[in-house]
């Protein structure tokens, strides 16, 4: 699969544009279909270039709002015959878009926006791809980070409030260090995002290394210490149950986004 054009171009789509690129895909062989200003400022920055009527492509990637997923896979199956498509909207199930033609090639995935950098992780439910080109697909997804194929589309709903949306979640967390960090530095925020950056990528290599997340904990958390002190206050204060509450509301909207479209 030489040419793949991304129809949407808002930021998972330009995440996963420039984990590509970042992997060595050549961006001649990127292209985009995008109405909004802004974006296409963005993606002409990363000099890709818009589609034309000329460009044979042999994949598309569906990267718009779920209200406009159906008149845009409308819009591809009217000007490309047999196309083969990977869904990137959440909430909308693979039966809305096969009915309509049911000799396409077919899948949805929810990537995430660490895709920029290499270390996305990506959930895939096959629909419709034959085995050869899905491993061709597949091949394309690895480039940005780790893929996850799903044996049943429920669970891209569960991976679209946990692993899609999950970015986000760290970075809300976060913004309590950053507060701290923040009096501490003088208000350097460089200082700051260095700081930031180390605390996670030190985590991220912690649980590389060792997967249980207790021994990890132990391992910080010395008797009667500073750390014990700040366990015990998430604890006595919820701080998980309502994490996950949190979690279950997004995994809830993607659920209700598949019945309002």
């Keep these: 699969m030489k040419n ?43 000099k890709i270039k818009k589609i034309n009527n000329k460009t044979k492509i042999d994949l598309f990637i ?17 000007k490309y015959s047999n196309p083969k498509v990977i869904s990137l909207v959440a909430g909308i ?12 090639e077919f899948l949805r995935a929810m ?11 990506t959930a895939v439910f096959n629909s419709t791809f034959k085995k050869s080109n899905l491993k061709k697909v597949l091949g394309i997804m690895k480039k ?17 409030g946990i692993i899609g949306s ?3 979640y760290f970075f809300h967390l976060l913004q309590s260090y950053e507060k701290k960090l923040l009096t501490l530095s003088n208000g ?26 207790d021994s990890l904990i132990e391992a910080v958390a010395s008797k009667k210490g500073t750390t014990e002190a700040g366990l015990k206050s998430f604890k006595l204060n919820k701080l998980s149950n309502r994490f996950e509450k949190g979690l279950n509301a997004a995994i809830k909207r993607s659920k209700e986004i598949s019945n309002e479209f």
């Design 4 to 46: 793949i054009a991304f129809y949407g171009g808002g930021n998972i789509s330009q995440a996963v544009i420039e984990g590509l690129i970042y992997s060595g895909f050549n961006k001649d062989n990127i292209f985009y279909i995008e109405r909004n200003a802004v974006n296409q400022k963005r993606l002409k920055k990363l």
């Design 62 to 78: 569906l990267a718009v709002k779920p209200k406009d997923a159906i008149d845009a896979y409308k819009d591809i199956l009217n």
């Design 93 to 104: 199930k693979s039966n809305k878009y096969r009915h309509l033609d049911k000799n396409v």
């Design 111 to 121: 990537p995430n926006t660490s895709s920029k950098y290499g270390l996305g992780i």
């Design 144 to 160: 940005v980070g780790i893929v996850i194929t799903v044996d049943s589309e429920s669970k891209i709903d569960t991976f679209t």
């Design 166 to 168: 999950g970015p986000a």
């Design 188 to 213: 350097d925020k460089k200082i700051v995002n260095s700081i930031m950056s180390n605390l996670m990528k030190g985590v991220g290599m912690s649980i590389e290394k060792d997967t249980n997340l």
